[in-house]
């Protein structure tokens, strides 16, 4: 079988990852590097044993496939190029900055016949593939994502830097359109929002409060599902899946507090968890996922199977990340008509810090500010 032939687009973080994995498969041609300042290009391509180049456009009848990692702003025009050439994609998330672009490299990438990839690496995470198949029916998700600010992706803020990873592992759960979104943020840094909370209603019921920062002096990655089958905690770092599923008698409403004996109180003191609220705790090896998603995407055009985040899912977690921060810009902060609105209307020192703080870290800050 011939190797695929691919270039990969962008020299920062993810597409210096990208390219050394790439670079190592045995199935696959790495043929070139693209960026266009030099040292990076350079750099990347020395480590790969491949070329560099500025510019991709002499490269597109030379590929079978590509990785888009170039700045968010540019991958509707970069990745509109690749699948009008037949290309198959591997774009990293966000597919790109709004949802019309999207759904014009949708409909190119289906009338084509490629794959589109969406990057959104997390459902590769097996802490949530685990939390994923147990608890099939959400009916609230509470997904807390904050980190300290990494000075990459400053072309956007932090609903499609950091939230957007959430939006899509909470579509992916609960399967159904959204009735409603209400949000909130604010920017610390000046270009865009840093901090945002929201909260979504789903047709079927389902709530969901999605919370972001990237202002934060704790890494948090934490979802809590709380479902039909039962309740599941996912620690995206440190790959661990709590799961809680309640006793036959709990789910009948059985379970009567107030006939209880005093003996009884006694025992279910000490006891009660365990009998009706048993916890299981799975606990998963570090796993590559950047390689595990680059194994869907070459499978995939393969196989001419959908890669497990599709193009079409990509899209959507980029319209719900536009609801959001539609209402973040109208959010009003006080009662009166006209009044300050949105993430840049606060003044900085009036900033509340993020609700991730460690309490040591919260009070250290109220004695600086």
Same mark, same amino acid.
């Given at each position: &079988? ?39 290009? $350079? ?40 699948? =009008? ?8 998330? #966000? ?26 690496? %997390?459902? !590769?995470?097996?802490? !949530?593939?685990?939390?994923?198949? @147990? ?41 159904? #359109? ?44 934490? &979802?809590?599902?709380?479902?039909? %089958?039962? !309740? ?33 109180? $006694? ?27 680059? @194994? =869907?995407?070459? @499978? ?21 990340? %536009? ?10 902060? =006080? ?17 509340? #810090?993020?609700?991730?703080?460690? #309490? ?10």
């Amino acid at each position: &079988m011939s190797k695929l032939r691919i270039a990969v687009v962008g020299t920062g973080r993810l597409g210096g990852f990208h390219a050394q994995k790439l670079a190592a498969r045995r199935d696959v041609e790495l043929v070139a590097i693209v960026d266009p300042v030099a040292a990076n290009r $350079d750099r990347v391509a020395a480590q790969c044993k491949t070329q560099a180049r500025a510019d991709y456009a002499d490269l597109l009848g030379q590929l079978d496939a590509a990785v888009i990692a170039a700045p968010t702003s540019l991958h509707h025009r970069i990745a509109r190029e690749f699948l =009008d050439a037949g290309i198959h994609l591997l774009v990293e998330k #966000p597919l790109c900055t709004t949802r019309r672009d999207a759904d014009e490299l949708v409909a190119v990438a289906r009338r084509r016949g490629v794959v589109l990839q969406v990057g959104h690496v %997390e459902r !590769f995470n097996p802490a !949530f593939q685990a939390a994923a198949d @147990e608890l099939r029916t959400p009916k609230y998700i509470e997904a807390v994502r904050a980190s300290g600010f990494t000075f990459r992706s400053t072309d956007v803020g932090v609903v499609l830097d950091v939230m957007i990873h959430d939006l899509d592992l909470v579509l992916s759960m609960v399967r159904s #359109p959204v009735r409603k979104v209400d949000a909130l943020g604010f920017s610390i840094l000046g270009g865009h929002e840093d901090v945002v909370n929201a909260r979504l209603e789903f047709e079927c019921g389902c709530v969901a409060t999605v919370s972001a920062s990237r202002v934060s002096y704790e890494q948090v990655r934490r &979802m809590q599902v709380w479902a039909l %089958e039962g !309740f599941g905690a996912v620690d995206f770092a440190a790959r661990t899946t709590t799961l809680v599923r309640p006793s036959e008698t709990l789910c009948r409403r059985q379970f009567d507090v107030d006939a209880l004996t005093a003996q009884e109180i $006694d025992h279910y003191r000490q006891h009660f968890a365990e009998e009706h609220l048993p916890k299981h705790t799975l606990s998963f090896d570090a796993i590559d996922a950047l390689a595990l998603e680059q @194994e =869907d995407f070459l @499978e995939s055009i393969c196989t001419r199977r959908d890669p497990l985040v599709t193009g079409q899912a990509g899209r959507d977690a980029l319209g719900l990340a %536009e609801q959001i921060l539609a209402r973040v810009r109208a959010h009003c902060w =006080d009662a009166s008509l006209g009044g300050p609105a949105g993430p840049l209307a606060l003044p900085a020192r009036h900033v509340i #810090p993020s609700p991730h703080l460690a #309490p040591a870290a919260a009070a250290a800050q109220q004695r600086v500010g």
